[in-house]
Every structure is written in structure tokens, then in C-alpha cells.
């Protein structure tokens, strides 16, 4: 049975890429199946094995992705704001509602929006001063001094939040170093490519340069993982045969 045998009322997995399009550009058939083995969405299968999306699987799946372009949310925490839904604790409006007053990738880029102070960022990663203190020391956040003293975008907070969850499987500050080298590289090398746009000087440029950049690190995000995938199951694989 393919995938045109499908049900009236139900989508295959190429439909949902296409209705979702204008949206997410970047979405594609790859990122659908991913989001499926981390249980993000479970769509029902034709008896030949297609999958058979419904319009809720697409409403689902558009909460996802809205979720990450303009929060950055883990898959992790995604999983925990579904379930809220699900349980009724929270409502999609309000949900979405938090995602339109959220930074924008132009926030994060230019270093717009809401700053913390240096005991805010603490109560929000659960670090103590001292802890960020041995962040900013390996580069791995950045403070800026403000009428209170020192103040921390949201994006370095966020990646506080990270190293100390992090830090329960017994990754150190130190270990993280590696990440902000590969970084550091990898934004001169997208820093290039939109450099042509920004050269324009103009406004319509500066905005296709922040669309460049949002979808360039979308790509690169789902490359990264699925390279961290394929070394992790070739190093366990090899593991288990000795």
C-alpha cells in the first residue's frame, strides 16, 4: 500500500513538509522522522508502514518547531510544555502567546532584549556567582556591565542552564571548552556568508541577513546532531563488539 492510498482526512509525511513550508523553509521529511524517534509526535502507519499524519499531528508538529525557532527550547523542556497541554495545565494561545513575546533570532544576534542582573541569572540557571564567574573565565558567557552591575542576555542565562544540568552526569566548566571553540569557528564561517548582505548597508539587507542566519544555524543544528548520533552509535557499536 504507498502513501497515495492514504485515508481521506489524513496527510503523508511529504504533505506535511509542504503545508508547513512557508513556515519552516528548513523543515524537511529527515527533520519530521527525528522529532518522531524522540517521541515528540507519534504519527498512526498505513499496514504497508507509511506514516498517516492528521491536521492535530501538524498542529502539533507546527508548536514544536515554533517552540524552537523562537525560543530555542530543548527537546527536552518541548517535551514537558506538550505534556502540560495534554493535561490541560496549560493552553496552546497561552503557550504560542509566550513564544510571540520571546526573543527573536534578530534579538539574540544583535543582543536585544531583556537583560538579567548577575543574582537574577543565578535564581534562573540555579548556579551560584562563583560558578559563572568559571563560565565567563572559559568563554563560555559573556557579561555586560549595567547601572547594577554586571547584566546577562537571555541566550548566556539559557546556557547556563545548560551546563548545570550538565554538571549532574559530571561534566565541568572546563570539559565545555571544546563547544566554544567549535562556535567561535562556526559563526566566522556563516559570518561570511551573510557578510555580502550586510555590506548593503540597508534594512531590507540586515533582515535577509537574520533570515540567512536563522535557517543557516536550523541546518547546521540537525547536521551536528545527526553527526553526534552517528559517532555515538559507531563508538557503542564498537564497544559492544570487542
Known sequence: MGSKALKKGYMSIGKVVEILDKEFPTLSISKIRYLEDEKLIDPKRTKGGYRRFTQDDVDRLRIILKLQKDRYLPLRVIKEELKKLKTGRTKTDDLLGDVKSAMSAADVISGDGKRMTLDQAQEASGLTGREIQELEAYGLVKAEAGDKGPTYSQRNVQIMH??????????????????????????????????????????????????????????????????????????LDLTTNR
Do not use: W
Open 162 to 235: 545548560l551546563v548545570k544540568t550538565l554538571a549532574k552526569h559530571g561534566i565541568q566548566a572546563r570539559h565545555l571548552k571544546m563547544y566554544e571553540s567549535f562556535a567561535e569557528r562556526e559563526s566566522t564561517l556563516l559570518g561570511q556568508i551573510v557578510a555580502p548582505y550586510l555590506k548593503q548597508k540597508s534594512e531590507d539587507a540586515k533582515e535577509k541577513a537574520l533570515q540567512t542566519l536563522g535557517d543557516l544555524t536550523d541546518i547546521s543544528g540537525e547536521l551536528r546532531q545527526a553527526l553526534l548520533d552517528k559517532n555515538l552509535k559507531d563508538s
